[in-house]
C-alpha cells in the first residue's frame, strides 16, 4: 500500500493560482494521478503522470491551465492551477497505481487514494 498525504487547497478568487502537492510513501509507483470531487457530483480524472517516462495526462477542463510536475527525490507529486475558475472547485484527490496498468483517467486504475484537500475558487 502507498500512503498519500495532500496538501495546498485553500481558497481563491476566479484567475487565481493554488499549487497541490501529494507525497507518497509505502511501495513502488507507477503512475499517481489529481482526480476532484464537487458537490453532488461524481469524482472525475484530473491529471496523471506515468512514473517511467514522465508521459502526462489532462482533462480537457484543465488544459493549460493546470500543469504536473514532481519532485523525484521527495517522491511528491505537485498540480499547479492557474487561472481559476469557480468550476474548479472541489475536493482533489491524489490517487497512486502500484502495478502497472495501461488504464490511467479512470477511479478503478488507482489502488491508493489520499485523503482530499478542499480548493473553493469564487467569482
Known amino acids: 500500500q502507498v500512503q498519500l498525504v495532500e496538501s495546498g487547497g485553500g481558497a481563491v478568487q476566479t484567475g487565481g493560482s493554488l499549487r497541490l502537492s501529494c507525497a507518497a510513501s509505502?511501495?513502488?509507483?507507477?503512475?499517481m494521478g489529481w482526480f476532484r470531487q464537487a458537490p453532488g457530483k461524481e469524482r472525475e480524472f484530473v491529471a496523471a503522470?506515468?512514473?517511467?517516462?514522465?508521459?502526462?495526462y489532462y482533462a480537457d477542463s484543465v488544459k493549460p491551465r493546470f500543469t504536473l510536475s514532481r519532485d523525484n527525490a521527495k517522491n511528491t507529486l505537485y498540480l499547479q492551477m492557474n487561472s481559476l475558475k469557480p468550476e474548479d472547485t472541489a475536493v482533489y484527490y491524489c490517487?497512486?497505481?502500484?502495478?502497472?496498468?495501461?488504464?490511467?483517467?479512470?477511479?478503478?486504475?488507482?489502488?491508493?487514494w489520499g485523503q482530499g484537500t478542499q480548493v473553493t475558487v469564487s467569482s
Open positions: 490517487a497512486s497505481q502500484n502495478y502497472y496498468r495501461e488504464c490511467i483517467s479512470l477511479r478503478y486504475c488507482y489502488n491508493d
Open positions: 509505502g511501495r513502488t509507483i507507477f503512475a
Open positions: 503522470i506515468r512514473w517511467s517516462g514522465d508521459s502526462t
